[in-house]
């Protein structure tokens, strides 16, 4: 097995509302006019993540749908610069998220706050000054001490 992410797929319960979210944020949907409305794409640098109904992305694992609280997971979205956080964090709550932990600076010497999505998904958004970003703003965990 390759060492990549191909793709993240987050199970939502308001497809429509998870959406409007993300396109708040500017992002572009990859699978605009397909005959496939169950499905939102957004093509990201080197992978894509998919917004798709929560029972039916349960459904196809063969698992119970059940599940609250912490799912164990936090997405990350890192920045080129400390004073870049808070205003992402900004961004996301006037989208419609959360924030649930504010910008600060961080044990391990960044600065990073977290919002939950409308649907309680986890975003950090983190600027680590031992990972700077690549020009298309590729973060790469080589270098980080």
């Given at each position: 097995?390759?060492?990549?992410?191909?793709i993240?797929?987050?199970g939502?319960?308001d497809?429509?509302?998870?959406?409007a979210?993300?396109?708040?944020?500017?992002?572009?949907?990859?699978?605009?006019?397909?005959?496939?409305?169950?499905?939102?794409?957004?093509?990201?640098?080197?992978?894509?993540?998919?917004?798709?109904?929560?029972?039916?992305?349960a459904?196809d694992a063969?698992?119970?749908?059940?599940?609250?609280?912490?799912?164990?997971?936090v997405?990350?979205?890192?920045?080129?610069?400390?004073?870049?956080?808070?205003p992402?964090?900004?961004?996301?709550?006037?989208a419609g998220?959360?924030?649930v932990?504010?910008?600060?600076d961080?044990?391990?010497?960044?600065?990073?706050?977290?919002?939950a999505?409308?649907?309680g998904?986890?975003?950090?958004?983190a600027?680590?000054?031992f990972?700077?970003?690549?020009?298309?703003?590729?973060?790469?965990?080589?270098?980080?001490?």
């Amino acid at each position: 097995m390759e060492q990549r992410v191909s793709i993240v797929t987050l199970g939502v319960g308001d497809l429509e509302a998870a959406r409007a979210f993300y396109d708040a944020l500017g992002w572009r949907t990859a699978n605009e006019g397909e005959e496939t409305a169950s499905i939102v794409a957004y093509d990201l640098h080197g992978m894509t993540l998919c917004l798709y109904p929560w029972d039916k992305l349960a459904e196809d694992a063969q698992v119970p749908p059940a599940g609250e609280g912490f799912r164990g997971v936090v997405l990350a979205y890192n920045v080129r610069r400390k004073e870049d956080v808070a205003p992402v964090l900004a961004e996301a709550q006037a989208a419609g998220g959360r924030v649930v932990k504010p910008a600060q600076d961080a044990f391990w010497g960044g600065h990073s706050g977290i919002f939950a999505d409308p649907e309680g998904h986890l975003w950090e958004v983190a600027w680590n000054p031992f990972a700077p970003l690549g020009k298309r703003g590729e973060f790469q965990w080589k270098g980080c001490s």
